[in-house]
């Protein structure tokens, strides 16, 4: 064996290339590199893996190699996105043994021999009763576009609790807002909740969903999205005139306001009545709503603020999001359950915070009292009476309709009852604000899932107690189980995979 040496010369002139960057990774490499990075973090998307990989190799990745690289990732790990409608029906059997009471359907078609998937519903047990229980009757209904390969929608039906936080009490999948799927979701909603003596749900101008409260709820007080009757109004109507007095319009809780601000409306475009009555037929303004409902929003924001809330999920095969929204909701009440058991006092101190704060900068509301619950209070500016108000503490209303819409003591009742030294301003607040109501909302527990829904996971051999399962033996719910989530054959995707 010979070994030759060759020494080189030449002076070495060429420049550090641990700059230079790479072009040459493919969706395979990608893929495996990104396995890690989407254990950790789930809701990874391809930009942040992205720009992760080119952080840490130091290289120029086109996006669209993420994106498929990512995908093969999400495969591997999830599995594929063909398997995820008949994964839905483990869910379903999974959420029936471990929270009973809970509505879980899933509705399928059959073309041409073959069973195709539908639609979708979930509800809770523990939301279910949490609402009926602990919020006020009033429903946000709206759906979300989906970003992955299977091209639906997922509407949501969500409440608020005392603090008006964001409360979820039900979801679901279908392809399309047709009448028919908008119906078909109303109506799980409606079998999900049971009769209700008072309730209000708000929409967003969608006349297929409008259609289906009216056929399933018809005593329900119908609402719409005043920011979104704008937004339709400004691309018909331009002008200052709707801008000035249309928003008052919709606070204003008294008809006569009502009336005075729309006349002014109405002077300067006259054809904006017709267009109202053609397009927005629905409650939008305060003066209309029912003093039962106890909320005074006019805008549907817990629409957006449920769209934010899942955003991270929303390209998730269906069973993983289905089950990435109980997990969320789980630890959510969870979170809401801690707080309310350290909260002392009848009405929640938020609430409380929140009048003492509105009780300052009174001065310009005169309050002279007639009796020991009635009092008259004048608005002044400059000087002058601008408007006269009565107040009636006992009865928790004021001529001006806003304790009696919100629940809460308007500026007129604040300047009535603050004339005293340490009022127990608990007394004038309405029982949906109690501290009881909030501990009621979140009670329940969105159970615990033993099953890994996917990756060839066993869930049987995961299962607690006999006791956790109420008192069923494995081979009972094995049974009961195989009858739920048996699939019909292969189940197909409706609507088109990309």
């Not at 051999?461 to 054959?489: C, F, I, N, S």
Request: glycine share 6%; proline share 4%.
């Amino acid at each position: 064996m010979y070994v030759q040496i060759q020494i080189n010369k030449g002076t070495h002139k060429c420049p550090s290339k641990s700059r230079v960057l790479g072009r040459m990774a493919s969706q395979k490499w990608i893929a495996e590199r990104a396995i890690p990075l989407l254990k950790d973090n789930p809701e990874m998307g391809p930009k942040a893996v992205k720009e992760e990989l080119e952080k840490k190799y130091n290289i120029k990745i086109p996006y669209q190699t993420v994106f498929y690289g990512r995908q093969r990732a999400v495969d591997k790990l999830f599995g594929k996105w063909d398997d995820c409608f008949d994964y839905l029906f483990r869910f379903k059997a999974e959420i029936e043994l471990r929270s009973p009471g809970s509505v879980v359907e899933i509705d399928t078609v059959t073309v041409e021999g073959k069973v195709h998937f539908s639609r979708f519903f979930c509800a809770f047990k523990a939301s279910i009763d949490g609402f009926r229980d602990g919020c006020r009757p009033y429903i946000s209904v709206d759906s979300t576009a989906l970003n992955g390969e299977w091209n639906g929608h997922m509407p949501a039906a969500n409440a608020i609790d005392g603090h008006n936080w964001l409360y979820p009490i039900a979801f679901g999948f279908f392809d399309s807002e047709t009448k028919d799927n908008w119906t078909w979701f109303m109506e799980q909603l409606g079998k999900a909740l049971g009769p209700m003596n008072h309730l209000a749900i708000c929409t967003d101008a969608c006349k297929g969903l409008e259609a289906a409260v009216k056929k399933v709820f018809p005593g329900a007080e119908q609402r719409e999205c005043f920011r979104h009757l704008m937004k339709n109004m400004k691309k018909r109507f331009t002008g200052n005139a709707y801008a000035k007095y249309m928003w008052p319009a919709a606070r204003a809780c008294t008809v006569e306001k009502f009336n005075k601000l729309m006349d002014k409306v109405i002077e300067a475009y006259p054809g904006v009545v017709p267009w109202l009555k053609e397009h927005h037929s629905l409650l939008w303004a305060r003066s209309g709503f029912k003093e039962e409902i106890k909320c005074d929003f006019i805008n549907n924001n817990l629409a957006e603020s449920w769209n934010a809330w899942i955003q991270a999920h929303k390209d998730l095969p269906l069973d993983i999001l289905a089950d990435a929204i109980r997990h969320k909701t789980m630890v959510l009440f969870e979170k809401r359950r801690k707080i309310s058991k350290a909260l002392k006092g009848f009405i929640l101190p938020a609430i409380i915070h929140q009048l003492n704060a509105a009780s300052k900068g009174l001065n310009h509301l005169k309050a002279t009292k007639g009796g020991p619950n009635q009092a008259e209070v004048i608005v002044m500016y400059n000087d002058e009476v601008v408007k006269r108000h009565v107040v009636y503490l006992d009865q928790h209303e004021c001529t001006c309709r806003e304790w009696q819409v919100s629940g809460k003591p308007c500026p007129h009742a604040l300047a009535v009852i603050t004339a005293e030294r340490h009022p127990n301003m608990e007394q004038y607040v309405d029982v949906t604000y109690s501290v009881h109501k909030f501990q009621a909302a979140y009670e329940g527990m969105i159970r615990v899932s033993g099953q890994k829904l996917r990756r060839g996971s066993s869930f049987f051999h995961q299962l607690g107690r006999k006791e956790d399962l109420g008192g069923k033996g494995r081979r009972g719910l094995r049974d009961a189980w195989r009858e739920v989530a048996k699939p019909q054959g292969r189940l197909l995707a409706r609507a088109v995979v990309n």
